[in-house]
């Protein structure tokens, strides 16, 4: 395809993106180069080095470069990743920590103290639990690695306590020997993961926890956001809304997919059920993009990210993205 812009796309390796990167959906007038990455390497290359013309960016580390007036990229309405994240609370069991309460006072460890997740977690442990991010001493260092940085450099609020790990201790080695008292962060610690008998989760029975949050807000947390190159925003003003009718067709592709139980297409059991209940609490269709539907969602995050000292100035939603993809055509 000769006449069309050949562009970078970084982005996850998930059900969603998939029928971007084998063909099965094309994105009008692109010729896509996809680079299925992790996230945290996606990050770091997006906001240090603006390495990608299009990839997925986390929503509070974007946040922050539209609060200071200097973004990169421009968002498009394309939540590649959403976690309820009552899963990413791991505490010493040993401890006497059997509530979000008792979490005042004590040493939790963070890989960087901007992520989504930890942005969400700080947010429901205050609104809903009374605890402040300045009951909490945070401690900032690499989970597997030592001295991992902070991809783009945050300032935080007065009261808030932030240490860095040891020199050369990395925080799953110290939540394992009791170094810590626990940890928040989107992945699990290896510790976890691999059973250490003194390690747990703080809410033990998670979905329990996220479904009884979810009745009483209606939210169903967002992480990361599609970003395009802001010049090419700019110079091809029909490319954001292109990439929002594809991302579009390649989620509902892996909804479909995931709905055809007849031969699960996931590697786990129960999806039927699991399915069935995800539908009965949230509607038939409860990963939606854009925003109806999201607002509220987008609205508290801003809030929370505003609140905890990572925006200089709280954004507002119709700040973070391209105006070409908040509204669209109807027959």
């Known amino acids: 395809m000769t006449d069309?812009?050949?562009?970078?796309?970084?982005m996850g390796d998930y059900d969603r993106t998939r029928p971007i990167v084998d063909g099965?959906?094309?994105?009008?007038?692109?010729?896509?180069?996809?680079?299925?990455?992790?996230?945290?390497?996606?990050?770091?290359?997006?906001?240090?080095?603006?390495?990608?013309?299009?990839?997925?960016?986390?929503?509070?580390?974007?946040?922050i470069s539209v609060a200071r007036g200097d973004p990169q990229y421009v968002a498009i309405p394309v939540f590649l990743s959403r976690a309820f994240r009552h899963t990413s609370v791991y505490v010493r069991k040993d401890r006497g920590i059997d509530g979000p309460e008792d979490l005042?006072?004590?040493r939790i460890g963070v890989a960087e103290y901007?992520?989504?997740?930890?942005?969400?977690?700080?947010?429901?442990?205050?609104?809903?639990?009374?605890?402040?991010?300045?009951?909490?001493?945070w401690i900032r260092g690499g989970m597997e690695s030592?001295?991992?940085?902070?991809?783009?450099?945050?300032?935080?609020?007065?009261?808030?306590?932030?240490?860095?790990?040891?020199?050369?201790?990395?925080?799953?080695?110290?939540?394992?020997?009791?170094?810590?008292?626990?940890?928040?962060?989107p992945r699990a610690p290896r510790c976890f993961a691999e059973g250490h008998p003194q390690v747990g989760r703080l809410w033990e029975d998670s979905m329990v926890a996220a479904a009884a949050y979810y009745e009483t807000?209606?939210?169903?947390?967002?992480?990361?956001?599609?970003?395009?190159?802001?010049?090419?925003?700019?110079?091809?003003?029909?490319l954001p809304g292109a990439l929002l009718k594809a991302f579009e067709r390649a989620r509902a592709l892996a909804v479909e997919a995931l709905a055809d139980t007849s031969a699960t297409k996931v590697t786990m059991p129960f999806v039927e059920d699991n399915l069935a209940r995800a539908h009965r609490l949230m509607g038939p269709d409860p990963w939606t993009y854009g925003l109806?539907?999201?607002?509220?969602?987008l609205e508290t995050f801003l809030g929370y990210h505003a609140d905890?000292?990572?925006?200089?100035?709280?954004?507002?939603?119709?700040?973070?993205?391209?105006?070409?993809?908040?509204?669209s055509y109807s027959l």
């Open 217 to 238: 807000t209606r939210i169903f947390p967002i992480m990361h956001v599609l970003g395009l190159r802001r010049t090419l925003a700019d110079t091809h003003p029909w």
């Open 146 to 185: 030592p001295g991992r940085p902070e991809k783009i450099k945050v300032n935080l609020p007065t009261g808030v306590t932030m240490e860095d790990a040891p020199e050369g201790a990395t925080l799953n080695a110290m939540l394992a020997e009791g170094e810590i008292d626990g940890f928040v962060g």
């Open 4 to 10: 069309t812009l050949k562009l970078s796309l970084a």
């Open 104 to 106: 005042m006072g004590r």
């Open 114 to 137: 901007q992520l989504s997740a930890n942005v969400w977690v700080r947010g429901i442990l205050q609104e809903h639990h009374g605890v402040l991010p300045s009951d909490i001493i």
């Open 24 to 63: 099965r959906v094309q994105i009008d007038g692109v010729s896509p180069l996809p680079m299925l990455l992790s996230p945290e390497e996606m990050f770091f290359r997006a906001f240090r080095h603006q390495a990608f013309d299009v990839t997925e960016l986390s929503l509070s580390s974007y946040s």
């Open 308 to 327: 905890q000292g990572l925006s200089p100035r709280r954004v507002a939603v119709d700040e973070l993205f391209h105006p070409a993809t908040v509204e």
């Open 292 to 297: 109806p539907g999201n607002a509220h969602v």
